[in-house]
């Protein structure tokens, strides 16, 4: 479609040539300023700027949101090497009112059975970005951002120029990993941007953006020349503990010569907390940086171990936010975008308006529920006021997550506003859109002929927590759905990429523009190097309704290989044994398991996902003996009353040695930890022969008394 001329496009080919031309601009981008090495000419570059141009004049409706001819200089760079995080960096749970906080207390006294008041500490939530520090033997060997929590980039030139970060420590643990976050002041910012601007470079939205661009400089000597601060909240590996507390280990960073925040308070229970959440939140204004709340930890470390972490945040600590920043604008329109699961999201489209630093022209209307102003309830919200085109309504953000539409202004809606209809076919497809009994959402029937669910499905398979393949991003993606020469529909397309292009004889990939032999032998490359993939990320690439990272990996390491999964899925209807054994996993519910099978047994779907397994080879998930503790590889199922910990410390405990925790017996379970009151588990364990065990049995074995 490359060559056709501008005037010949119709509004479809348009679309596809902007995608088209979005993605190779960036490649040639990121190949010029980041690689340093171009792969295509100046010529050939402005060239392709010009075709762009000319298309987004023809068809103005259509400019995309990461347009060429919206970008300023050079992308960020991705040329940093990669750290491993040997403890993970994770984010934090959000509290938004008074009563999340006591809620926090109660779920954690709870899981601790803890009754008497519980202390924690209470500081700023600094908003920056977080850092992790190695230091052996006193000296600063390494320092890296979180990235997504297992792995970030490795950064520790750029770390060494800041100044509130010392070099080396004395009378440090020999391993010492210090967390914390990077800011910068206010004032610093403000004179930045101001040299920004008079050398006619980029200014940032808001410190934190300065921060970040900051500190993710590829030349070291911008990172020196940018003010950038660091406060020590937190450490990862330590050879040694720094002491048993919080508020302690914090006492011990800033001894050791790091910056601590000098808010932190320790609380004893909610209400000193929330006193010192109105403390920090009336100095606010006055601190010199940007905070977007409080957050607490428990302080007691041994505390902290036996909370642990759930997934990707931990048990013992919560970020209470400070309200919102609000502000007034139009709607000028609403969009309906459809999702992977075929769910219509209204969107609506703002008059771009300043929110808290941030230049803000989407906003999220959330379902048609939320614009005709009731709940899922069918409860009257913002005082049963609906949304119309054209209105003014105030906007917020809270965090990074998308700006939300709180309130609508009545006295100054036109007069010939109408009421918002929400379609109930899909404006993608044409398909009918239904709502299911009790569903909030309205979804696309249409399935995989969808085009904007196959393209979110794609877009999903390639993630980063599913395959991952590096140079085929969202954009890429984009472009090859709709390309006519070497289409990918689906992901079995993906893995015959390389086959079909070999066939295309001077349509090769190779000789466009902007891909060039080495990028598209790369690309085949990355595609080759996912052929194989382990379980659970296949079936979390797969984007089924309600089967996310978690329940992907509960799946996975239930089944272990593809074979017993597949065979299983595919026979699961309620009544069978295979049902039973789906919903007997701890973590799988009636919904999960409908939506599974559903999957599984639907034709078109079906079809689909042979043909990306008969690309694949899949690689079975072997239960991780997280130890060699004796419980490592078990089953094992609670049951009836724990005396000496709660239920959901029992599970945690569990797994954290390695063992599987099942809700149900059956002939799987190797170990039964009963309780007083143990009722009908017992029955069918002793039935089946598994071993029973009470609980000190259980905490001799795992070595806890
Ligand atoms: S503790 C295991 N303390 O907030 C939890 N985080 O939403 C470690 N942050 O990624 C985090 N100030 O970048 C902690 N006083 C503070 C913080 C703080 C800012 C950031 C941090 C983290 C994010 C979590």
Redesign the pocket.
């Known amino acids: 479609m490359s060559d056709k001329a501008v005037e010949h496009l119709n509004e479809a080919d348009a679309r596809a040539e902007l995608a088209r031309l979005s993605a190779v601009l960036a490649d040639a981008n990121r190949a010029y300023h980041t690689l340093d090495a171009p792969e295509i000419s100046d010529a050939e570059y402005d060239a392709l700027k010009r075709r762009n141009a000319a298309i987004e004049a023809r068809f103005p409706a259509l400019i995309r949101e990461d347009s060429p001819s919206r970008q300023v200089g050079a992308p960020v760079a991705d040329g940093f090497g990669k750290i491993a995080h040997q403890v993970r960096?994770?984010?934090?749970e959000n509290a938004f009112d008074d009563a999340d906080v006591a809620d926090f207390d109660d779920r954690v006294r709870k899981y601790l059975n803890h009754s008497g008041v519980l202390a924690y500490t209470a500081?700023?939530?600094?908003d920056?970005?977080?850092l992790s520090l190695r230091y052996e033997h006193g000296q600063l060997v390494q320092a890296a951002t979180?990235g997504d929590g297992e792995v970030g980039e490795n950064v520790t030139d750029n770390a060494r120029t800041i100044a509130d970060i010392p070099h080396s420590l004395h009378g440090a643990p020999e391993v010492l990993e210090v967390?914390g976050?990077v800011y910068m002041s206010h004032a610093d910012f403000a004179a930045l941007n101001q040299r920004q601007a008079q050398a006619g470079d980029k200014t940032f939205a808001n410190p934190r953006n300065a921060a970040a661009g900051s500190l993710r400089q590829l030349d070291t000597r911008i990172t020196a020349s940018r003010p950038l601060r660091f406060f020590a909240?937190?450490w990862g590996v330590v050879s040694d503990p720094l002491a048993a507390t919080q508020f302690d280990a914090i006492a011990r960073l800033a001894a050791l010569g790091f910056q601590t925040?000098p808010l932190t308070v320790r609380c004893e229970g909610p209400d000193a907390m929330l006193a010192q959440y109105r403390a920090i939140e009336a100095q606010r204004a006055s601190l010199g940086y940007d905070i977007d709340g409080v957050?607490y930890?428990v302080n007691d470390l041994a505390l902290q171990a036996r909370l642990g972490f759930r997934s990707a945040t931990?048990r013992w600590?919560i970020?209470h936010k400070f309200p919102a920043e609000l502000a007034w604008t139009e709607l000028l329109g609403i969009d309906i975008q459809v999702g992977r699961t075929g769910a219509l999201s209204p969107v609506a489209r703002l008059r771009p308006v300043t929110v808290g630093g941030v230049v803000v022209s989407n906003a999220t209307l959330h379902n048609e529920d939320y614009i005709a102003g009731r709940d899922a309830k069918g409860q009257p919200i913002r005082g049963g006021k609906d949304i119309r085109v054209g209105d003014w309504v105030q906007v917020y953000r809270a965090g990074d997550v998308i700006p939300k539409v709180a309130d609508v202004d009545l006295d100054r809606r036109k007069i010939d506003a109408q009421p918002y209809v929400f379609p109930h076919e899909c404006p993608e497809c044409g398909s009918p859109a239904i709502r299911e009994q009790g569903d909030a959402v309205r979804r696309c029937t249409g399935g995989l002929i969808c085009p904007a669910q196959a393209v979110e499905r794609l877009r999903h398979f390639v993630s980063r927590h599913a395959f991952d393949i590096e140079g085929l991003g969202a954009k890429q993606i984009e472009m090859f759905f709709h390309d006519a020469d070497l289409p990918v529909k689906t992901p079995a397309d993906i893995f015959t990429l390389a086959s079909r292009d070999a066939a295309n004889g001077l349509k090769r990939l190779k000789n466009r523009d902007g891909f060039g032999e080495t990028s598209a032998a790369k690309l085949f490359a990355a595609i080759e190097a996912r052929r194989s993939i382990p379980l659970d990320r296949l079936l979390f690439a797969l984007g089924i309704r309600h089967v996310g990272e978690v329940a992907a990996q509960i799946l996975a390491r239930h089944y272990s290989t593809w074979q017993a999964f597949e065979a299983a899925v595919t026979h699961a209807t309620p009544g069978t044994a295979e049902w039973n054994d789906l919903l007997s996993i701890d973590g799988v519910g009636q919904t999960l398991a409908e939506s599974l099978t559903a999957a599984f047994q639907n034709a078109a779907e079906r079809a689909a996902i042979d043909a990306l397994v008969a690309q694949l080879e899949v690689q079975p998930v072997v239960w991780k003996a997280a130890s060699d503790s004796p419980v490592a590889g078990k089953t094992v199922v609670f049951t009836g009353t724990l005396e000496k910990m709660t239920r959901a410390e029992a599970k945690a405990r569990a797994e954290a040695l390695g063992a599987k925790v099942a809700g149900s017996v059956s002939a799987k379970t190797d170990l039964l930890v009963a309780g007083p009151g143990a009722g009908s588990k017992a029955k069918e364990a002793a039935r089946l022969g598994v071993t029973t065990i009470d609980e000190d049995g259980w905490l001799a074995l795992i070595g806890a008394t």
């Open positions: 960096m994770l984010s934090l500081e700023p939530k600094i920056g970005l977080s979180r967390r976050e909240y937190g925040n957050v930890k931990p600590a970020a």
